[in-house]
């Protein structure tokens, strides 16, 4: 299984490309015990990032999993200075934000499962599949809103406009639901 997805990230990536390696593992989190989080002691993690576009304050990259951590490609990212834009888990470093964190199920930020490619189990036929971009999940709505300065929180989530995450995920959930049926 190859999956390549897009984030829209905070900060301007100084690279191209990014091979990550970060470790995830359990740490603390305040309201609910742990979280999955970058962890020295944590299983070994592979990311590829590559910068598709960048403006003054935000870095869009395509990313490719070789690895599959829980929250991975969030984590990731905000373990090289690039949190997801608008989310409520994750800062800086990988870890949960020190002031308020969110829990894992928060939606709001910015990342979308673009492609999919995998053999047919029985038929052996390669399926490839691509969701477009959801509504929402542009760099022109995100430069529209303004940032917060909460200890390095952003808050661009504009509540009048649907979650990017939902809206693709459940388009990818019903084509693979569909590729299961035909079977």
């Known amino acids: 299984i190859h999956k390549i997805y897009r984030a829209l990230a905070q900060n301007v990536a100084q690279n191209d490309t990014y091979e990550i390696l970060t470790p995830i593992g359990l740490v603390p989190h305040p309201l609910i015990g742990s979280v999955w989080a970058a962890s020295p002691g944590g299983k070994p993690s ?18 490719s999993l070789n690895s599959g951590r829980p929250h991975q490609i969030r984590i990731h990212l905000a373990s090289i200075g690039h949190p997801l834009v608008g989310d409520p888990l994750y800062g800086l470093t990988g870890q949960p934000l020190e002031d308020l964190p969110g829990l894992p199920g928060d ?64 388009t990818l959930r019903q084509s693979l639901s569909g590729l299961m049926l035909k079977r």
């Open 46 to 63: 592979k990311s590829l990032a590559k910068v598709i576009s960048r403006t003054t304050s935000t870095t869009t990259f395509e990313v």
């Open 107 to 170: 939606g709001g930020y910015f990342l979308h499962a673009q492609y999919l490619k995998f053999l047919h189990r029985i038929t052996g036929e390669q399926i490839n599949l691509e969701a477009a971009l959801p509504f929402g999940f542009s760099i022109a709505s995100v430069g529209s809103r303004r940032e917060s300065s909460q200890g390095g929180r952003s808050n661009l989530r504009d509540p009048a406009i649907p979650s990017p995450n939902e809206a693709s995920f459940i």
